[in-house]
């Protein structure tokens, strides 16, 4: 603060002078008009104007000097010399108001086409400069509803909702195609973004503000076919913030493609309502194709357009960390992962039309507004909105393992934790084509291995095996990190016959098994004979062994350095750990 204070010091002198120059030009001026109050002919007239045109010269005046400067040529046609003086004068401010003018007329009168195409090439915000340079291109930039379309909110905007307001206005009948928020604030330090503020209690927060601003701003019948929308913070999710955001994307005037709520936090958890509503959201946006949701659990859901319930919708469905709820929902350490299968099931009951839960007469509520501090409001409209799509009673305490079948006709890619295989049991899924199982890093592999975890692990996965088993073609288990698979040698070709990616990890218990699977697969005369890739990398093969798998094997698998990277630490991220899955999409 010391530095830039002396830095504004050194101007001073600089400030002082100049503002003194132009304090004695303006006296000087009010002398000249004075004496030309006085004059007593047109010569001498036609002289004080010349000596004002110079004066107002030397403060880039010479819109109002030169036609002093014309008429005091008139003025003095009997005095040769003046005449000549004021020619002169009247040529060389002339010529230098028409480059000014010039200047300010190329880019005032810049083609609405050129402006726009400049702005969308450049930064997001430009628009924001460009309304601010002149009045011709603040009109023009005001009346281009396509360059308001993206909502960005950064760090340094100090105002984020009237921001997202005066963009949603703008935008007109186009309506956004980007709301990208970093909600990112420092709790130990308020003044550093004195109005970006958190959720506390019942306390109004930023983001709810930003989110009430587009509602406001949004004129029935717009609708805001939305590329993306992002939330992101370096901090904890509020579950009043998460709720209004969960509001907020059931709007039907709400249409984005991909939905991304993220915290650098790895520590928070995600509220019961999210887990629940995220596979019911196709319902009210028929654009959506993939929700992601990365705190401590990391959610991806993906869906495509299909007949029947919202669960033939469902094509991808990655949920890792999910168990192991501190505090709150049912009371034990598994209930999220009761709200994620309870939304799997109202997914797959849900109905073909949608059926008020209200009472009859009860008033629209699709532009109901939910202002910021209504945290109540917001997760009842949230929570009782979609009841209309499901019968399943929002309370229903059925057991994650145990209740009805769920049946997800078109899931073909699914990723869970150790912790949670035993919801499989419920599960139809007959084009399931892709399997992968981890150990959460909260577990520790060590305690899977040696721990009555492990044998659990073991029978869950043999009967999620011989419940998908049919369909798979890949198979990941590298971040499950058992002691030894029971199931190996002829009886994973007899669960799996038609798999075609297989990846086991680096254990060397695993070589006798792999050998015997591959020979087993080999010789049946049932589903593929060959696998088209294998993870056997970092294991000590004998030559003949590593000569055997060249010959049955198409490609052996080698993991990149980011692969390795944190192996036991990071493989629960879903960018990490479903490295493998992709490499053949």
Same mark, same amino acid.
């Given at each position: 603060m010391s530095t830039a204070k002396s830095q504004l010091r050194a101007h001073l002198p600089t400030v002082a002078q100049v503002v003194g120059d132009l304090r004695a030009i303006a006296d000087r001026l009010q002398d000249l008009a004075t004496i030309l109050d006085a004059a007593s002919s047109d010569v001498q007239s036609a002289r004080i104007t010349l000596d004002i045109a110079r004066q107002l010269r030397l403060v880039n005046q010479q819109r109002v000097a030169v036609p002093m400067l014309d008429k005091a040529r008139g003025m003095a046609k009997s005095d040769k010399k003046l005449k000549e003086e004021l020619d002169t004068e009247y040529t060389a401010q002339n010529q230098e108001l028409?480059?000014?003018?010039?200047?300010?007329?190329?880019?005032?009168?810049?083609?609405?086409?050129?402006?726009?195409?400049?702005?969308?090439?450049?930064?997001?915000?430009?628009?924001?400069?460009?309304?601010? !340079?002149?009045?011709?291109?603040?009109?023009?930039?005001?009346?281009?509803?396509?360059?308001? =379309?993206?909502?960005? !909110?950064?760090?340094?905007?100090?105002?984020?909702?009237?921001?997202?307001?005066?963009?949603? #206005?703008?935008?007109?009948?186009?309506?956004?195609?980007?709301? &990208?928020?970093?909600?990112?604030? +420092?709790?130990?330090?308020?003044? #550093?973004?004195?109005? =970006?503020?958190?959720?506390?209690?019942?306390?109004?927060?930023?983001?709810?503000?930003? $989110?009430?601003?587009? +509602?406001?701003?949004?004129?029935? @019948?717009?609708?805001?076919?939305? +590329?993306?929308?992002?939330?992101?913070?370096?901090?904890?999710?509020? *579950? $009043?913030?998460?709720?209004?955001?969960?509001?907020? $994307?059931?709007?039907?005037?709400?249409?984005?493609?991909?939905?991304?709520?993220?915290?650098? &936090?790895?520590?928070?958890?995600?509220? &019961?309502?999210?887990? =629940?509503?995220?596979?019911? $959201?196709?319902?009210?946006?028929?654009?959506?194709?993939?929700?992601?949701?990365? @705190?401590?659990?990391?959610?991806?859901?993906?869906?495509?357009?299909?007949? *029947?319930?919202?669960?033939?919708?469902?094509?991808?469905?990655?949920?890792?960390?999910?168990?192991? +709820?501190? @505090? *709150?929902?049912?009371?034990?350490?598994?209930?999220?992962? #009761?709200?994620?299968?309870?939304?799997?099931?109202?997914?797959?009951?849900?109905?073909?039309?949608?059926?008020?839960?209200?009472?009859?007469?009860?008033?629209?509520?699709?532009?109901?507004?939910?202002?910021?501090g209504q945290g109540d409001l917001a997760a009842h409209r949230a929570e009782a909105i979609p009841r209309g799509w499901t019968t399943v009673d929002q309370y229903d305490r059925s057991d994650p393992v145990t209740g009805p079948r769920i049946s997800l006709p078109n899931l073909h890619t699914l990723v869970v934790g150790a912790k949670d295989l035993g919801f499989l049991t419920r599960l139809d899924a007959p084009r399931l084509e892709k399997l992968g199982v981890g150990t959460p890093p909260w577990l520790g592999w060590k305690r899977l291995r040696d721990a009555r975890e492990g044998d659990e692990a073991h029978v869950k996965l043999m009967t999620a095996l011989r419940n998908f088993g049919g369909s798979l073609k890949t198979l990941d288990l590298r971040n499950i990190h058992l002691k030894a698979y029971p199931f190996m040698g002829a009886v994973l070709h007899e669960l799996c016959p038609h798999l075609e990616h297989l990846n086991l990890g680096l254990e060397d218990e695993f070589r006798a098994g792999i050998i015997a699977y591959i020979t087993a697969k080999r010789d049946s005369d049932v589903g593929t004979r060959r696998l088209k890739s294998i993870d056997v990398s970092g294991l000590r093969w004998t030559v003949d062994e590593r000569q055997f798998l060249k010959e049955n094997v198409d490609e052996l698998q080698r993991p990149t350095a980011e692969d390795r990277q944190g192996e036991w630490e990071l493989d629960m991220d879903i960018d990490t750990y479903c490295a493998y899955l992709d490499n053949d999409e």
């Open positions: 028409i480059i000014q003018r010039q200047l300010r007329m190329t880019w005032s009168r810049l083609p609405a086409s050129a402006l726009r195409r400049v702005c969308e090439l450049g930064p997001r915000d430009l628009v924001l400069v460009v309304s601010r !340079v002149c009045s011709t291109w603040r009109k023009q930039a005001l009346t281009c509803n396509s360059l308001w =379309r993206e909502v960005v !909110v950064t760090t340094k905007d100090h105002s984020p909702h009237h921001k997202a307001a005066a963009y949603t #206005k703008r935008s007109g009948s186009h309506g956004l195609r980007v709301v &990208d928020l970093d909600m990112s604030f +420092d709790f130990n330090n308020p003044p #550093k973004h004195p109005k =970006r503020v958190s959720a506390r209690n019942e306390q109004k927060s930023t983001l709810q503000c930003i $989110l009430h601003a587009i +509602d406001k701003e949004t004129k029935q @019948g717009v609708v805001h076919n939305l +590329d993306y929308f992002r939330f992101f913070t370096k901090f904890q999710w509020h *579950g $009043l913030d998460i709720c209004y955001i969960l509001r907020f $994307l059931i709007r039907p005037y709400i249409q984005p493609v991909k939905i991304r709520i993220e915290s650098a &936090d790895y520590t928070t958890n995600l509220a &019961d309502l999210a887990f =629940r509503l995220f596979p019911l $959201l196709p319902a009210f946006n028929p654009r959506l194709v993939e929700v992601e949701a990365k @705190g401590r659990p990391k959610i991806r859901y993906r869906f495509a357009p299909a007949e *029947g319930p919202l669960g033939a919708r469902i094509t991808e469905l990655k949920a890792c960390q999910v168990s192991r +709820d501190i @505090g *709150g929902g049912w009371g034990d350490e598994n209930s999220n992962i #009761k709200f994620l299968v309870h939304g799997l099931y109202a997914a797959a009951t849900s109905r073909t039309e949608y059926v008020s839960p209200f009472r009859e007469g009860a008033p629209d509520l699709t532009y109901e507004a939910c202002a910021p």
